[in-house]
């Protein structure tokens, strides 16, 4: 179950600016997912009770990769203690060292999370190197699923996107071929691998403008063996960039219709927001998430109302860039939170 905190003083302000920011869906620049979230009571539904929680309990989690500056200089226990003070279930890793931190062992690591309340739920590996010796899936993918199992971990995955041979399709069947490998290779060990998607993978073969590479990776790999965890800001961004083909022509794609179309296939989530921009290259400006303009009471929402599909997976938050790691992760956690579903 998801641990009670205390509500972030910003947060009714917070919400309240984003009852004003409707944003149209659709696949136009600046296109995301209909209305903003809810209105400034919902930080006080927590007590009165008013709407389930849209988030699931016990399912929110965090990707370190957002904490590495205070994990590399503190080490974990600290960070683990905050994450422990916000409200998190969950940790994604992004490494198991700590820098100036001092050594830890992988033993130790679980301890510490699991004494701070924290499942460790996944974590990210590099996808191929040419370094023999590289810690990735195509080098050393016997230690890469050693450690995983010895922290625990019931997903291992890579933020790798799958353009080790190029961008074609023949290249990318490839790929998927080398990821059916290591998810079978995950399976047998109790474990589901996973690819984190960037803007990237929604572009546009180049030996075929018309097939999506997105689509490639899906209909080539199998979906008993290889799974994926949406990065849902770079899904909005990839929309932004690649919703015209090469030659100009519309090729609209709408991010949660992936989702919804195959739920058991995203059993992981990054929960990452970001303001519209559509002079940025990307589409929109990393932000805190709540800050933001992505719907995620509605993304959330339409998940979990599946049949079946409530407790089926696990969302992290995420920040690539924080202004600050700490008030990101807490401030994050108190958005996501105060979310109530609508009666």
């Known amino acids: ?3 009670m905190f205390q509500p972030d003083p910003e947060l009714t302000h917070r919400l309240t600016r984003r009852g004003m920011l409707g944003v149209a869906a659709g696949a136009t620049a600046a296109a995301l997912l209909g209305s ?33 500056d205070k994990v590399s200089t503190l080490g974990f226990a600290p ?5 422990e003070k916000y409200g998190y279930d969950e940790v994604e890793f992004a490494g198991y060292t700590q820098g100036s931190a001092g050594p830890i062992t992988l033993a130790q690591l679980k301890r510490l999370a699991r004494d701070h309340g924290l499942n460790p739920i996944g974590s990210h590996v590099g996808y191929y190197s040419d370094d023999p010796n590289a810690y990735t899936f195509a080098q050393n993918l016997t230690k890469v699923l050693d450690d995983a199992q010895a922290l625990g971990l019931k997903h291992i995955g890579t933020a ?8 074609t399709v023949d290249a990318w069947k490839r790929a998927a071929e080398e990821f059916n490998t290591y998810g079978a290779a995950a399976k047998a060990r109790g474990m589901k691998f996973y690819q984190h998607n960037h803007s990237e993978e929604f572009s546009f073969a180049t030996d075929n403008p018309k097939v999506r590479l997105y689509d490639v990776l899906l209909r080539e790999t199998d979906p008993d063996l290889v799974f994926l965890e949406m990065d849902i800001f770079w899904a909005y961004s990839g929309q932004f960039r690649f919703s015209k083909r090469p030659d100009g022509t519309p090729a609209p794609f709408e991010p949660l219709d992936y989702v919804l179309r195959q739920p058991h296939r995203y059993p992981l989530f990054h929960v990452k927001d970001g303001v519209s921009d559509p002079a940025n290259t990307y589409g929109y400006r990393m932000t805190d998430v709540g800050d933001g303009d992505i719907d995620y009471q509605k993304f959330i929402s339409a998940v979990t109302r599946l049949r079946g599909e409530r407790l089926a997976h696990h969302w992290q938050a995420e920040h690539d860039q924080p202004a600050e790691s700490f008030t990101f992760a807490r401030r994050s956690s108190a958005y996501l939170h105060s979310l109530r579903e609508k009666c």
């Open 1 to 3: 179950m998801s641990r």
């Open 36 to 68: 903003a979230a809810a209105p400034a009571t919902a930080a006080t539904d927590k007590t009165s009770g008013r709407g389930r929680p849209v988030l699931p309990p016990g399912r929110l989690g965090i990707q370190l990769y957002s904490l590495r």
């Open 79 to 83: 960070v683990f203690a905050e994450l």
């Open 160 to 167: 790798s996107g799958p353009f080790r041979y190029g961008s």
